[in-house]
Protein backbone atom coordinates (compact mmCIF):
# COMPACT_ATOMS: atom_id res chain seq x y z
CA UNK A 1 0.00 0.00 0.00
CA UNK A 2 1.51 3.67 -0.51
CA UNK A 3 2.14 6.36 2.30
CA UNK A 4 -1.31 7.22 3.93
CA UNK A 5 0.05 10.58 3.35
CA UNK A 6 0.24 10.36 -0.55
CA UNK A 7 -3.22 9.51 -1.08
CA UNK A 8 -5.73 11.39 -3.41
CA UNK A 9 -9.08 12.47 -1.64
CA UNK A 10 -10.70 9.54 -3.61
CA UNK A 11 -8.25 7.07 -2.51
CA UNK A 12 -8.82 8.33 1.26
CA UNK A 13 -12.75 8.37 0.66
CA UNK A 14 -12.83 4.83 -0.37
CA UNK A 15 -10.97 3.57 2.44
CA UNK A 16 -12.39 5.08 5.02
CA UNK A 17 -15.75 3.99 3.79
CA UNK A 18 -15.19 0.50 3.58
CA UNK A 19 -13.58 0.66 6.84
CA UNK A 20 -9.92 -0.42 5.37
CA UNK A 21 -8.64 2.68 7.23
CA UNK A 22 -9.39 5.43 10.01
CA UNK A 23 -9.69 8.70 9.88
CA UNK A 24 -7.34 8.78 13.47
CA UNK A 25 -4.48 6.63 11.33
CA UNK A 26 -4.40 8.98 8.22
CA UNK A 27 -4.26 11.93 10.76
CA UNK A 28 -1.39 10.20 12.65
CA UNK A 29 0.41 9.50 9.10
CA UNK A 30 0.07 13.24 7.62
CA UNK A 31 1.15 14.77 11.45
CA UNK A 32 4.17 12.34 11.34
CA UNK A 33 4.93 13.14 7.77
CA UNK A 34 4.56 16.86 9.30
CA UNK A 35 7.57 16.20 11.52
CA UNK A 36 9.34 14.69 9.34
CA UNK A 37 9.46 17.53 6.25
CA UNK A 38 8.56 20.75 8.09
CA UNK A 39 12.23 21.13 8.89
CA UNK A 40 13.20 21.54 5.46
CA UNK A 41 9.76 22.52 3.96
CA UNK A 42 8.41 25.31 6.73
CA UNK A 43 4.77 24.91 5.08
CA UNK A 44 3.14 25.41 8.45
CA UNK A 45 2.26 28.69 10.55
CA UNK A 46 0.49 27.12 12.98
CA UNK A 47 0.37 23.21 13.69
CA UNK A 48 -3.29 21.94 15.03
CA UNK A 49 -2.10 18.60 16.21
CA UNK A 50 -5.05 18.55 19.07
CA UNK A 51 -7.37 19.69 16.93
CA UNK A 52 -6.89 17.68 14.04
CA UNK A 53 -6.77 14.40 16.32
CA UNK A 54 -10.36 15.66 17.73
CA UNK A 55 -11.63 16.18 14.78
CA UNK A 56 -10.39 12.57 12.90
CA UNK A 57 -12.56 10.77 16.31
CA UNK A 58 -15.21 12.68 15.46
CA UNK A 59 -15.33 12.03 11.99
CA UNK A 60 -14.36 8.26 12.73
CA UNK A 61 -17.78 8.29 14.91
CA UNK A 62 -19.45 10.10 11.61
CA UNK A 63 -18.38 7.10 9.31
CA UNK A 64 -19.40 4.59 11.60
CA UNK A 65 -23.32 6.04 11.51
CA UNK A 66 -23.03 6.52 7.78
CA UNK A 67 -22.61 10.34 7.78
CA UNK A 68 -20.30 10.36 5.52
CA UNK A 69 -19.24 13.27 2.89
CA UNK A 70 -16.44 12.97 0.12
CA UNK A 71 -14.24 15.10 2.53
CA UNK A 72 -15.17 13.32 6.21
CA UNK A 73 -12.33 12.65 7.58
CA UNK A 74 -9.55 13.92 5.02
CA UNK A 75 -6.92 16.01 6.56
CA UNK A 76 -6.57 19.27 5.46
CA UNK A 77 -4.60 22.76 5.51
CA UNK A 78 -5.58 26.05 5.05
CA UNK A 79 -4.12 29.34 4.22
CA UNK A 80 -3.23 31.66 7.19
CA UNK A 81 -5.11 34.45 5.79
CA UNK A 82 -8.05 32.67 6.38
CA UNK A 83 -10.10 33.36 9.61
CA UNK A 84 -10.08 30.29 12.11
CA UNK A 85 -12.12 30.57 15.45
CA UNK A 86 -10.23 30.01 18.12
CA UNK A 87 -7.13 29.36 16.06
CA UNK A 88 -4.54 32.56 15.50
CA UNK A 89 -5.06 33.93 11.83
CA UNK A 90 -1.50 35.92 11.29
CA UNK A 91 -1.33 36.53 7.16
CA UNK A 92 2.22 35.67 7.74
CA UNK A 93 2.67 39.38 9.51
CA UNK A 94 3.99 40.51 12.83
CA UNK A 95 0.83 43.42 12.85
CA UNK A 96 -1.65 40.05 13.18
CA UNK A 97 0.73 37.84 15.04
CA UNK A 98 -1.19 37.61 17.68
CA UNK A 99 -5.15 37.76 16.29
CA UNK A 100 -7.27 35.13 17.15
CA UNK A 101 -10.44 35.33 15.16
CA UNK A 102 -13.63 35.29 17.06
CA UNK A 103 -15.59 33.42 13.90
CA UNK A 104 -14.98 31.18 11.24
CA UNK A 105 -14.64 31.73 7.44
CA UNK A 106 -17.17 30.74 5.19
CA UNK A 107 -15.57 28.20 3.55
CA UNK A 108 -13.94 26.93 7.08
CA UNK A 109 -17.17 26.68 7.52
CA UNK A 110 -18.39 24.49 4.82
CA UNK A 111 -15.57 22.14 5.40
CA UNK A 112 -16.20 21.69 9.42
CA UNK A 113 -19.23 20.79 8.58
CA UNK A 114 -18.17 18.18 5.66
CA UNK A 115 -15.96 16.19 8.18
CA UNK A 116 -12.78 18.33 7.30
CA UNK A 117 -9.54 17.09 9.69
CA UNK A 118 -7.19 20.70 9.88
CA UNK A 119 -3.80 19.62 10.36
CA UNK A 120 -3.10 23.64 10.06
CA UNK A 121 -2.26 26.56 8.58
CA UNK A 122 -0.10 27.60 6.04
CA UNK A 123 2.64 30.31 5.49
CA UNK A 124 2.05 33.08 2.92
CA UNK A 125 3.88 36.23 1.68
CA UNK A 126 2.52 38.98 3.86
CA UNK A 127 -1.32 39.63 3.90
CA UNK A 128 -0.95 37.67 0.25
CA UNK A 129 1.64 40.25 -1.07
CA UNK A 130 4.05 38.30 -3.31
CA UNK A 131 4.67 35.86 -5.77
CA UNK A 132 7.33 33.36 -3.63
CA UNK A 133 6.40 33.06 0.09
CA UNK A 134 10.12 35.32 0.97
CA UNK A 135 8.03 38.20 1.88
CA UNK A 136 6.49 36.35 4.81
CA UNK A 137 7.53 38.03 7.97
CA UNK A 138 7.82 35.07 9.99
CA UNK A 139 9.95 32.74 7.58
CA UNK A 140 10.30 31.33 3.97
CA UNK A 141 8.77 28.39 2.68
CA UNK A 142 11.03 26.61 0.66
CA UNK A 143 9.64 24.14 -2.44
CA UNK A 144 10.00 20.29 -1.61
CA UNK A 145 11.84 19.34 -4.95
CA UNK A 146 14.30 21.50 -4.08
CA UNK A 147 14.86 23.27 -0.94
CA UNK A 148 16.64 25.86 -2.15
CA UNK A 149 13.91 27.13 -4.65
CA UNK A 150 10.85 28.94 -3.91
CA UNK A 151 7.53 27.67 -3.63
CA UNK A 152 5.52 30.17 -5.68
CA UNK A 153 3.69 33.02 -3.67
CA UNK A 154 1.58 34.06 -2.15
CA UNK A 155 -0.61 30.66 -1.07
CA UNK A 156 3.55 28.65 -1.08
CA UNK A 157 2.60 26.89 2.08
CA UNK A 158 -0.53 25.48 1.18
CA UNK A 159 1.00 24.24 -2.34
CA UNK A 160 4.03 23.05 -0.70
CA UNK A 161 2.22 21.00 2.19
CA UNK A 162 -0.26 19.61 -0.01
CA UNK A 163 3.48 18.64 -2.67
CA UNK A 164 5.29 17.23 0.39
CA UNK A 165 2.03 15.08 1.49
CA UNK A 166 1.81 16.91 5.46
CA UNK A 167 -2.21 17.02 3.97
CA UNK A 168 -4.33 15.85 1.42
CA UNK A 169 -5.50 18.99 0.19
CA UNK A 170 -5.64 22.61 1.05
CA UNK A 171 -7.23 26.29 0.71
CA UNK A 172 -5.17 29.23 -0.62
CA UNK A 173 -6.36 32.58 -1.88
CA UNK A 174 -5.92 33.96 -5.40
CA UNK A 175 -5.46 37.25 -6.10
CA UNK A 176 -3.46 37.53 -9.21
CA UNK A 177 -2.05 33.76 -9.13
CA UNK A 178 -1.73 33.04 -5.75
CA UNK A 179 -2.96 29.34 -6.39
CA UNK A 180 -2.53 28.65 -9.83
CA UNK A 181 1.35 29.76 -9.72
CA UNK A 182 2.52 28.06 -6.62
CA UNK A 183 0.36 25.29 -7.96
CA UNK A 184 2.59 24.49 -10.90
CA UNK A 185 5.61 25.48 -9.00
CA UNK A 186 5.14 22.52 -6.49
CA UNK A 187 3.33 20.02 -9.05
CA UNK A 188 0.01 19.83 -7.61
CA UNK A 189 -3.91 20.91 -9.02
CA UNK A 190 -4.61 24.67 -7.86
CA UNK A 191 -7.66 26.28 -9.21
CA UNK A 192 -8.95 30.22 -8.84
CA UNK A 193 -12.98 29.77 -9.49
CA UNK A 194 -15.03 32.54 -11.20
CA UNK A 195 -15.09 35.49 -9.09
CA UNK A 196 -18.44 35.47 -6.94
CA UNK A 197 -18.60 31.21 -7.18
CA UNK A 198 -16.66 31.06 -3.27
CA UNK A 199 -17.24 33.36 -0.20
CA UNK A 200 -14.73 35.58 0.95
CA UNK A 201 -16.58 36.38 4.01
CA UNK A 202 -13.45 36.02 6.79
CA UNK A 203 -11.26 36.13 4.19
CA UNK A 204 -8.65 38.80 5.16
CA UNK A 205 -8.90 41.38 2.06
CA UNK A 206 -5.77 42.10 0.14
CA UNK A 207 -7.73 43.69 -3.23
CA UNK A 208 -11.23 43.10 -3.03
CA UNK A 209 -12.35 42.83 -6.73
CA UNK A 210 -9.67 40.18 -7.23
CA UNK A 211 -9.04 37.81 -4.30
CA UNK A 212 -11.07 34.99 -4.91
CA UNK A 213 -10.32 31.99 -2.57
CA UNK A 214 -9.45 27.67 -4.48
CA UNK A 215 -8.20 24.69 -3.52
CA UNK A 216 -4.74 22.84 -3.70
CA UNK A 217 -5.22 18.82 -4.50
CA UNK A 218 -3.35 15.83 -5.84
CA UNK A 219 -5.52 16.35 -8.97
CA UNK A 220 -8.60 17.09 -10.50
CA UNK A 221 -11.23 14.98 -9.49
CA UNK A 222 -10.17 16.21 -5.58
CA UNK A 223 -10.17 19.45 -6.73
CA UNK A 224 -13.83 19.22 -8.12
CA UNK A 225 -14.26 17.62 -4.89
CA UNK A 226 -13.19 20.01 -2.35
CA UNK A 227 -15.31 22.66 -5.26
CA UNK A 228 -18.72 20.83 -4.52
CA UNK A 229 -18.22 21.29 -0.83
CA UNK A 230 -16.87 25.15 -0.44
CA UNK A 231 -19.00 26.71 -3.71
CA UNK A 232 -21.80 28.70 -3.43
CA UNK A 233 -23.67 31.77 -2.22
CA UNK A 234 -23.32 33.48 0.90
CA UNK A 235 -25.55 36.22 1.94
CA UNK A 236 -22.89 37.22 4.17
CA UNK A 237 -20.38 38.15 1.63
CA UNK A 238 -22.03 40.97 -1.06
CA UNK A 239 -19.98 40.02 -3.85
CA UNK A 240 -20.91 36.15 -3.37
CA UNK A 241 -22.88 35.20 -6.75
CA UNK A 242 -26.59 33.29 -6.30
CA UNK A 243 -25.50 30.86 -9.01
CA UNK A 244 -26.49 27.00 -8.35
CA UNK A 245 -23.84 24.79 -7.75
CA UNK A 246 -23.41 21.89 -9.89
CA UNK A 247 -21.48 18.68 -8.73
CA UNK A 248 -18.52 19.23 -10.20
CA UNK A 249 -17.42 15.50 -10.28
CA UNK A 250 -19.81 14.93 -13.44
CA UNK A 251 -19.02 15.01 -16.96
CA UNK A 252 -15.02 14.09 -15.90
CA UNK A 253 -15.01 11.45 -19.07
CA UNK A 254 -11.35 11.62 -20.14
CA UNK A 255 -13.25 12.48 -23.60
CA UNK A 256 -12.54 16.09 -25.32
CA UNK A 257 -13.96 15.43 -28.68
CA UNK A 258 -15.95 18.06 -30.36
CA UNK A 259 -14.04 20.74 -27.76
CA UNK A 260 -12.22 23.80 -28.97
CA UNK A 261 -9.23 25.01 -27.22
CA UNK A 262 -7.73 27.94 -27.99
CA UNK A 263 -4.06 28.78 -27.67
CA UNK A 264 -3.36 32.69 -26.91
CA UNK A 265 -0.36 33.53 -28.52
CA UNK A 266 0.44 36.45 -26.56
CA UNK A 267 1.13 34.10 -23.06
CA UNK A 268 3.94 33.10 -24.79
CA UNK A 269 6.14 35.95 -23.22
CA UNK A 270 9.53 36.75 -24.72
CA UNK A 271 12.00 35.13 -21.94
CA UNK A 272 10.00 32.48 -21.48
CA UNK A 273 11.93 29.16 -20.63
CA UNK A 274 12.51 26.76 -23.43
CA UNK A 275 11.89 24.02 -21.58
CA UNK A 276 8.52 25.65 -20.33
CA UNK A 277 7.46 26.02 -24.01
CA UNK A 278 8.16 22.87 -24.69
CA UNK A 279 6.67 20.81 -22.32
CA UNK A 280 3.25 23.27 -22.60
CA UNK A 281 3.39 22.40 -26.52
CA UNK A 282 3.97 19.08 -25.67
CA UNK A 283 0.70 19.03 -23.60
CA UNK A 284 -1.38 20.71 -26.21
CA UNK A 285 -0.58 18.20 -28.50
CA UNK A 286 -2.04 15.64 -26.04
CA UNK A 287 -5.59 17.37 -25.72
CA UNK A 288 -5.54 17.04 -29.28
CA UNK A 289 -4.68 13.45 -29.19
CA UNK A 290 -7.59 13.21 -26.79
CA UNK A 291 -10.40 14.77 -29.52
CA UNK A 292 -10.04 18.67 -29.31
CA UNK A 293 -9.78 20.97 -31.58
CA UNK A 294 -6.98 23.24 -31.20
CA UNK A 295 -6.60 26.72 -32.52
CA UNK A 296 -3.00 28.10 -32.36
CA UNK A 297 -4.21 31.71 -33.96
CA UNK A 298 -5.83 33.30 -31.04
CA UNK A 299 -4.74 36.95 -29.87
CA UNK A 300 -5.48 38.86 -26.80
CA UNK A 301 -4.14 42.23 -27.43
CA UNK A 302 -4.28 43.76 -24.41
CA UNK A 303 -2.93 40.81 -22.45
CA UNK A 304 0.54 42.83 -21.96
CA UNK A 305 -1.30 45.82 -20.26
CA UNK A 306 -2.57 43.19 -17.49
CA UNK A 307 0.93 43.97 -15.72
CA UNK A 308 0.55 47.34 -15.21
CA UNK A 309 -3.64 47.23 -14.89
CA UNK A 310 -2.39 44.57 -11.84
CA UNK A 311 -0.28 46.62 -10.02
CA UNK A 312 -2.30 50.05 -9.85
CA UNK A 313 -5.43 48.05 -8.85
CA UNK A 314 -4.37 46.06 -6.20
CA UNK A 315 -2.14 48.25 -4.60
CA UNK A 316 -5.15 50.89 -4.58
CA UNK A 317 -7.49 48.48 -3.04
CA UNK A 318 -4.77 47.13 -0.79
CA UNK A 319 -4.27 51.03 0.89
CA UNK A 320 -7.63 50.93 1.45
CA UNK A 321 -8.08 47.13 2.99
CA UNK A 322 -5.11 47.77 5.30
CA UNK A 323 -6.20 51.39 6.81
CA UNK A 324 -7.93 49.23 9.37
CA UNK A 325 -4.73 48.32 11.04
CA UNK A 326 -4.00 51.40 13.08
CA UNK A 327 -3.45 49.72 16.58
CA UNK A 328 -6.68 50.59 17.67
CA UNK A 329 -8.76 47.79 17.16
CA UNK A 330 -6.95 44.03 16.72
CA UNK A 331 -3.56 43.08 15.80
CA UNK A 332 -0.15 45.27 17.70
CA UNK A 333 -0.62 48.30 18.90
CA UNK A 334 2.42 50.20 19.55
CA UNK A 335 2.00 51.32 23.62
CA UNK A 336 4.91 53.71 24.04
CA UNK A 337 3.81 56.83 23.04
CA UNK A 338 0.59 58.66 24.34
CA UNK A 339 0.11 60.69 20.83
CA UNK A 340 -2.55 58.93 18.86
CA UNK A 341 -0.76 59.89 15.53
CA UNK A 342 2.61 58.73 16.75
CA UNK A 343 1.26 55.22 17.77
CA UNK A 344 -0.57 54.58 14.57
CA UNK A 345 2.40 55.30 12.31
CA UNK A 346 4.75 53.56 14.71
CA UNK A 347 2.38 50.91 14.70
CA UNK A 348 2.68 50.12 10.58
CA UNK A 349 6.12 50.99 10.92
CA UNK A 350 7.05 47.86 12.89
CA UNK A 351 4.45 45.66 12.02
CA UNK A 352 4.01 45.82 8.17
CA UNK A 353 6.79 44.27 6.23
CA UNK A 354 8.83 46.13 2.97
CA UNK A 355 6.80 45.16 0.05
CA UNK A 356 3.52 45.49 2.11
CA UNK A 357 4.18 49.15 2.92
CA UNK A 358 5.54 49.09 -1.22
CA UNK A 359 2.02 48.60 -2.15
CA UNK A 360 0.10 50.87 0.55
CA UNK A 361 2.13 53.33 -0.68
CA UNK A 362 1.99 53.14 -4.51
CA UNK A 363 -2.14 52.73 -4.23
CA UNK A 364 -2.75 55.68 -1.58
CA UNK A 365 -0.52 57.53 -4.38
CA UNK A 366 -2.39 56.21 -7.12
CA UNK A 367 -6.28 57.35 -5.62
CA UNK A 368 -4.86 60.64 -4.25
CA UNK A 369 -6.17 63.61 -6.11
CA UNK A 370 -5.00 64.52 -9.26
CA UNK A 371 -3.68 61.13 -9.75
CA UNK A 372 -7.02 59.34 -9.62
CA UNK A 373 -8.32 59.71 -13.52
CA UNK A 374 -4.52 58.85 -14.69
CA UNK A 375 -4.35 55.83 -12.51
CA UNK A 376 -6.71 54.34 -11.04
CA UNK A 377 -9.57 55.11 -13.50
CA UNK A 378 -7.64 54.51 -16.35
CA UNK A 379 -6.62 51.33 -15.09
CA UNK A 380 -10.32 50.10 -14.56
CA UNK A 381 -10.91 51.61 -18.43
CA UNK A 382 -8.29 48.92 -19.72
CA UNK A 383 -9.56 46.09 -17.05
CA UNK A 384 -12.92 46.25 -18.99
CA UNK A 385 -10.72 46.02 -22.20
CA UNK A 386 -9.23 42.49 -20.89
CA UNK A 387 -12.47 41.49 -20.26
CA UNK A 388 -13.93 42.00 -23.47
CA UNK A 389 -10.99 40.07 -25.20
CA UNK A 390 -11.68 37.46 -22.90
CA UNK A 391 -15.91 37.64 -23.69
CA UNK A 392 -15.08 37.42 -27.75
CA UNK A 393 -12.61 34.67 -27.38
CA UNK A 394 -14.96 32.44 -25.23
CA UNK A 395 -17.35 32.92 -28.16
CA UNK A 396 -15.40 30.77 -29.90
CA UNK A 397 -13.68 28.66 -27.93
CA UNK A 398 -14.45 26.24 -24.53
CA UNK A 399 -11.29 26.97 -22.81
CA UNK A 400 -7.84 28.91 -23.41
CA UNK A 401 -4.76 26.90 -22.39
CA UNK A 402 -1.13 28.85 -21.76
CA UNK A 403 1.71 27.99 -19.48
CA UNK A 404 1.03 28.90 -16.08
CA UNK A 405 4.38 30.39 -15.37
CA UNK A 406 7.03 31.35 -17.85
CA UNK A 407 9.73 29.75 -15.69
CA UNK A 408 10.33 26.68 -13.08
CA UNK A 409 10.94 27.65 -9.51
CA UNK A 410 13.57 30.10 -9.32
CA UNK A 411 15.98 29.75 -6.59
CA UNK A 412 15.78 31.72 -2.96
CA UNK A 413 16.62 35.03 -3.07
CA UNK A 414 17.59 35.19 -6.75
CA UNK A 415 14.75 37.95 -7.35
CA UNK A 416 14.54 39.35 -3.82
CA UNK A 417 15.94 42.45 -4.66
CA UNK A 418 14.30 43.09 -7.99
CA UNK A 419 10.19 43.99 -7.35
CA UNK A 420 9.81 44.30 -11.28
CA UNK A 421 11.56 40.84 -12.02
CA UNK A 422 9.39 39.10 -9.24
CA UNK A 423 5.96 40.74 -10.31
CA UNK A 424 7.00 39.27 -13.86
CA UNK A 425 6.68 36.05 -12.41
CA UNK A 426 2.52 36.25 -12.64
CA UNK A 427 2.46 38.00 -15.96
CA UNK A 428 0.55 34.57 -17.11
CA UNK A 429 -1.91 34.73 -14.56
CA UNK A 430 -3.32 38.16 -13.42
CA UNK A 431 -4.92 38.53 -16.39
CA UNK A 432 -7.58 35.65 -15.39
CA UNK A 433 -7.80 37.64 -12.29
CA UNK A 434 -8.69 41.04 -13.59
CA UNK A 435 -11.28 39.44 -16.09
CA UNK A 436 -12.90 37.78 -13.29
CA UNK A 437 -12.85 34.43 -14.92
CA UNK A 438 -11.41 30.58 -13.63
CA UNK A 439 -8.58 29.25 -14.28
CA UNK A 440 -6.74 25.70 -13.25
CA UNK A 441 -2.91 25.02 -13.16
CA UNK A 442 -2.63 21.06 -13.23
CA UNK A 443 1.28 19.05 -13.62
CA UNK A 444 2.79 19.18 -17.22
CA UNK A 445 6.24 18.35 -17.05
CA UNK A 446 9.45 18.74 -15.82
CA UNK A 447 12.64 20.72 -16.23
CA UNK A 448 16.08 19.42 -14.76
CA UNK A 449 13.42 18.04 -11.94
CA UNK A 450 11.72 20.85 -11.82
CA UNK A 451 7.93 21.02 -11.87
CA UNK A 452 6.29 23.26 -14.60
CA UNK A 453 2.21 23.49 -14.90
CA UNK A 454 -0.17 24.28 -17.43
CA UNK A 455 -3.00 26.88 -17.49
CA UNK A 456 -6.64 26.14 -18.38
CA UNK A 457 -8.86 29.34 -18.52
CA UNK A 458 -12.90 29.22 -19.19
CA UNK A 459 -15.47 31.29 -19.20
CA UNK A 460 -17.44 32.56 -16.37
CA UNK A 461 -18.92 30.03 -14.10
CA UNK A 462 -17.30 27.31 -16.39
CA UNK A 463 -15.71 25.43 -14.18
CA UNK A 464 -16.64 22.06 -15.07
CA UNK A 465 -15.32 22.61 -18.06
CA UNK A 466 -11.64 23.09 -16.76
CA UNK A 467 -12.21 19.74 -14.15
CA UNK A 468 -13.54 17.87 -17.43
CA UNK A 469 -9.80 18.72 -19.82
CA UNK A 470 -8.06 18.55 -16.83
CA UNK A 471 -9.21 15.19 -15.94
CA UNK A 472 -9.04 14.19 -19.77
CA UNK A 473 -5.46 14.93 -19.21
CA UNK A 474 -4.55 13.53 -16.02
CA UNK A 475 -6.13 9.83 -17.80
CA UNK A 476 -2.92 9.76 -20.54
CA UNK A 477 -0.08 11.15 -18.63
CA UNK A 478 1.46 10.77 -14.62
CA UNK A 479 2.97 14.48 -14.10
CA UNK A 480 0.29 14.47 -10.99
CA UNK A 481 1.93 11.29 -9.81
CA UNK A 482 5.06 12.33 -9.23
CA UNK A 483 6.28 13.22 -5.92
CA UNK A 484 9.04 14.86 -4.70
CA UNK A 485 12.04 13.82 -2.92
CA UNK A 486 11.91 15.49 0.31
Same mark, same amino acid.
Given at each position: MTDLYNLTIHEAHELLT =??? %? $????????????????????????? %???????????????????????? *????????????? =?? &??????? $?KILETFIPPYNATVVEKLTAAGMVLIGKTNLDEFAMGSSTENSALFTTHNPWDLERVPGGSSGGSAAGVAAGEALYALGSDTGGSVRQPAGFCNVVGLKPTYGRVSR? &? *????? $??????????????? +?? *?????????????? =??????????THGLTGDLKGMKIGIPKEYFVKGMQVEVDSAIKAAIKKLKELGAQVDWEVSLPHTPHALAVYYIIAPSEASANLARYDGSKYGYSYKETDNMWEAMEKTRQYGFGAEVKRRIMLGTYALSAGYYDAYYLKAQKVRTLIRREFEAAFEKYDALVTPTSPTVPFKIGEKADDPLQMYL??? +?? %??????????????????? &??PIGMQIIGKPFSEPTLFKISHAYQQVTDWHKKRPPV
Open positions: =TKK %L $SSVELTQACLARVKKVEPGVRAMVT %LTEETAIQQAREADKRIAEGKVTP *LTGIPALIKDNMC =TK &GIRTTCS $SY &G *LVAFA $SSLDQIGPFTKDALD +CA *LVMNAISGHDPNDS =TSVPEPVPDYSDV +CT %LPINIAGVPGISIPAGFAN &GL
